[in-house]
């Protein structure tokens, strides 16, 4: 007798199971996305009945990065992969490919690996758009302003211009960098790269040795936004201008990707300094040529004032 009710009880749970399978299934195919890729692929109940499982896998993974503040918070099988369905002409198949957050983690992470040593000081890391708000100075306003503008601005297509900010020293030059890279990263998730550039040139010269100039350059040429700080207060080589600074504003200019410059020099006093490499040598053209591509990447603005640091 007892083999009997073993088997009446496996049938029992049997037909349990098929109702929870056929509720699975039909949770499965009423999701969304799944209804569309079966549409859109016109798959026929063999193939859809055959990939049940791929379904139910792709339904319990998160598919988008909007509401996901970090990688770590991914609840993805492979954390900071969204799953893709892509059909093969014969079989579906589950692809996992970098989310925005990952992507913009993993930038972020080689970019700062690249620019290790350049000390940003805590008040420019810390600054705030609500700090510079209150500046009195017309000068001040109108950078300040522009600088707003190119925050509300920063998702159009194609983005704005960044801007060329120039003005003695302690006039606020590199705080303003900072404000505009908090904010945009607080608002947008954007990054930003802001190097100091007699640094990054040191930088530059040392890594001519171990090879890693390449990957260097092409960092900054990628990077999302970029801030060079305190351009011109380097000294110039003409291999600097040309084989570096060149191909980075070049890159930029042609990608559309937006770059801020702060310097101590006005627009005419950088081409100066742009034409007299080291060696002396007058290089007007190429010169006026680098400044062309400024031109074209940013809106020249003056920062007046008295230098900030003597309060202290
Ligand atoms: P610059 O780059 O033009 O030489 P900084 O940005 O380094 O000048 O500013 C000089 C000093 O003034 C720094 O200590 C900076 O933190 C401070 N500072 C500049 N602007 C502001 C501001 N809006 N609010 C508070 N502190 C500021
Ligand atoms: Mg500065």
Known sequence: MKPIQDSLRKWGSQSDLQKQLQQLKENVLSHQEIRSFIDSHQLTNDIVERHLMLFYEYTTQQHSCNSCSSVDQCINVMKGYLPKLVYTGTRIEIRYEKCDSNIRESTMKKQQSLVQGMAIPDE???????????????????????????????????????????????????????????????????SSLLLFVPE???????????????????????????????????????????????????????HKRPTFISSNLGVDELLHHFSYS???????????????????????????????????
């Open 278 to 312: 080291q060696r002396g040598e007058h290089e007007q053209l190429k010169a006026m040529r680098i400044m062309e591509r400024i031109r074209t990447l940013t809106i020249p603005v003056e920062l007046t004032g008295k230098n900030r640091r003597d309060k202290k």
């Open 124 to 190: 420019v890391l810390n600054a705030t758009m609500s700090d510079l708000d209150t500046l009195e100075l017309a000068s001040k306003r109108r950078a300040v302003s522009l600088a707003v503008d190119f925050i509300d601005q920063y998702k159009s297509s194609p983005p704005p211009v960044g801007l060329y900010i120039h003005g003695s020293f302690g006039t606020g030059k590199t705080y303003l960098l900072g404000a505009v890279a908090n904010e945009l990263k607080s608002r947008y998730k954007a």
């Open 200 to 254: 990054f040139i040191r930088q530059c010269k040392e890594s001519l040795g171990n090879d890693s100039l390449a990957r260097r350059v092409q960092a900054v040429q990628e990077a999302e936004v970029l801030m060079l700080d305190d351009l011109g207060a380097e000294s110039m080589s003409s291999w600097m201008r040309d084989e570096v600074l060149g191909p980075i504003f070049q890159y930029r200019m042609m």
